[in-house]
């Protein structure tokens, strides 16, 4: 079901710093992930199909707003368009450059029911589009339309996960300005359902080999030498919600340097890992994520021969309160 509306927010109470972190224990959460990513992944399909290529597949991604994730504009037959997850209100807007838009709730509803809802809405709105209805980069992937097994969709789990995701965003934008390579927007990947940035080396890589849509996925996503890092809330391999970095390819020595306390090198994965609840535990988060991600960035990249030291940029003096002039 979706509806036309002009429903404002109703205000919310400031957080503490104490609850900008909230708990999210992967076990309480599991089911209601699985389903929204899915949904996410319904939505990026469509983004993935009329957005034009950018390198690393920037192009599909989504990023972090002030009530939850946004496609940002997708061109359409000389038009634009935009999805939005409000995980606030919990609903899905699509909005059109035309004026027209449609919402839907976001309440518990199966991923065959919310593909089915979703495209309709599309063609209500004038947009005819045509995905592959297939889940990627997930074990066992089950075509949306024949999905009926994952249904959940718990309002107050989905909201402390944007939190973390906002809070993330604004730590990993941080980490982010010392850095004057070529390096990614934060943002979103709904295929591996994570929030991540990369900084690159200049050197070209050769993808590591898979078969399928895997393959054809890190034939564009690995060419190059990079640092990667990120948040991302688990899955059956790993269930605990965590942060990861990792150089690709792979710098010999790293499984077995020294990390920051709490820490640590996870085989299966083949990324440093900080678990999420090791971060809350801290007196003061923030740091130490900015630690974990510099303690790895420095580390990983050393051993992979990179020149550390051309690639880091001075960050200018802001006199507080005053305007920023550009010529």
């Not at 972090?64 to 409000?86: H, M, N, Q, R, S």
């Not at 495209?119 to 999905?147: C, K, R, Y």
């Not at 050769?206 to 688990?234: D, H, K, L, Q, S």
Request: charged share 20%.
């Amino acid at each position: 079901m979706f509806m036309m509306t002009n429903r404002q927010h109703q205000p919310r109470p400031e957080q503490s710093p104490a609850t900008a972190w909230p708990e999210l224990p992967y076990d309480k959460w599991k089911d209601t992930r699985t389903t929204l990513h899915m949904w996410t992944q319904v939505v990026g399909k469509v983004k993935l199909a009329l957005a034009p290529f950018l390198n690393q597949w920037w192009e599909v991604t989504f990023f972090v707003t002030a009530t939850g994730l946004t496609t940002g504009p997708i061109p359409y037959e000389g038009k634009t368009f935009e999805v939005d997850f409000d995980f606030l209100d919990h609903t899905l807007s699509i909005r059109t450059s035309t004026g027209k838009a449609l919402v839907m709730p976001l309440v518990p509803k199966t991923v065959a029911a919310f593909y089915r809802e979703f495209m309709n809405a599309l063609t209500e709105l004038g947009i005819h589009v045509t995905i592959w209805p297939v889940p990627v980069e997930v074990s066992d992937p089950i075509p949306f339309e024949q999905d009926t097994s994952h249904a959940s969709y718990n309002k107050d789990y989905v909201t402390r996960w944007w939190r973390i995701l906002r809070q993330t965003q604004t730590v990993f934008e941080s980490f982010r300005t010392s850095f004057r390579g070529k390096s990614s927007p934060i943002h979103f990947f709904w295929g591996s359902f994570d929030l991540s940035g990369t900084r690159f080396s200049g050197r070209m890589a050769t993808p590591p080999r898979y078969e399928g849509v895997m393959g054809r996925i890190m034939e564009f996503a690995e060419n190059e030498e990079n640092f990667a890092f990120g948040f991302w809330p688990g899955d059956n391999r790993f269930p605990h919600t965590a942060f990861f970095s990792y150089l690709y390819p792979e710098p010999p020595g790293i499984r077995t340097t020294t990390l920051l306390q709490g820490a640590s090198f996870h085989e299966q994965l083949g990324e440093c890992i900080l678990p999420y609840d090791a971060v809350c535990n801290t007196e003061h988060p923030d740091q130490t994520i900015l630690d974990f991600l510099e303690s790895t960035y420095t580390k990983s990249a050393e051993l992979a021969g990179w020149d550390i030291s051309s690639f880091r940029t001075r960050i200018p003096p802001l006199p507080h309160g005053q305007p920023v002039h550009t010529s």
